[in-house]
């Protein structure tokens, strides 16, 4: 495969590597990702992490595992394998089907190679168009509020709800991002931070807990996240707080935007309930461990609930901003995503 590079993502004779998304923004490490297993392990850890980034590192490795001798035999076994790494991130489902369709052709290698290389390139052209179709909704001097992480580092691309904020900032409409924190991981605080940094975007770092003041203060005058999945209602999965965030900006009558490819849309699956919740260790929760070591807080034998994602209700959203263009309520009630 020809050399490739991503914000997170190199491929270099022949091997895949992955930006530590868990060493960011104190070290930029890239790392192997070489194996299924090293992968899986890599996904589970978070260090690489966005659904679109999950569902493109899968695509690459499979085609550099088949470029490097892997039979069918192992490719689809492999393939599964990648699959069950992160419930609730359809594209990862997505992406994959699609190899599993290259996977079939008599000439598999090529057709392995040739589809993850065309996914890479769908999602840059996707974030393009999120971008562009969301920036239109940006009104000049907005105070925007973001979380999670949904920029070049979770995508090939210039990210999703991300992609949007900067390009309306290049367009000088953006006087303010307000980055939650996002708990248990605090990839708001670690990641968007960061990239909000490079890209010279205004920002300040808050804890989840205070977008309610800033809301009741009128300090926010849209929010904008991404999804890592969307049910045919609607209904949106994303990172655990974002439903909090939906019933908090419908309270104070903000403008709440969802942002996401088309990867990320599930027909099959009817509605929120249906999306399975990663739960995650209780660790996350009870203290925190980096490079400087680890720090417990809470008690021993403290029991914890850590789900990674929630869910938010279709009626809470104000705009669904796929690459197609803006899908309103109204088209969302008429079953647009259930086609």
Known sequence: MQTLQTTSLRVVDNQLFILDQQALPQEK???????????????????????PLIGLSASLLLALLAE?????????????????SRPTAVNLMNNLDRMKQALAHEDFVPALVAEALRLIAEDKALCDSIAQAGSELVKPGSRLLTHCNTGGLATAGVGTALGVIALAHQQGKVANVWVDETRPLLQGGRLTAWELGELGVPYQLITDSMAASLMGKGQVDAIWVGADRIAANGDVANKIGTYSLAVLAKFHGIPFYVAAPQTTLDPNCPNGEAIPIEQRA????????????????????????NPAFDVTPAALISGWVLDSGVVTPEQVSGGFFAR
Do not use: K, M
């Not at 070489?34 to 659904?51: K, P, T």
């Not at 209780?282 to 070591?293: H, P, W």
């Open 29 to 51: 490490r890239w790392l192997p990702a070489d194996s299924v297993a090293l992968l899986v392990e890599h996904i589970h850890a978070l260090r690489v992490r966005g659904a």
């Open 68 to 84: 490097n001798g892997a039979n069918r035999d192992v490719l689809a076994q492999s393939l599964e394998t990648l699959r069950a």
């Open 282 to 305: 209780a660790s996350e929760v009870t203290g925190v461990a980096g490079s400087f070591g680890a720090v417990q807080w809470a008690p021993e034998n403290a029991q914890v609930y």
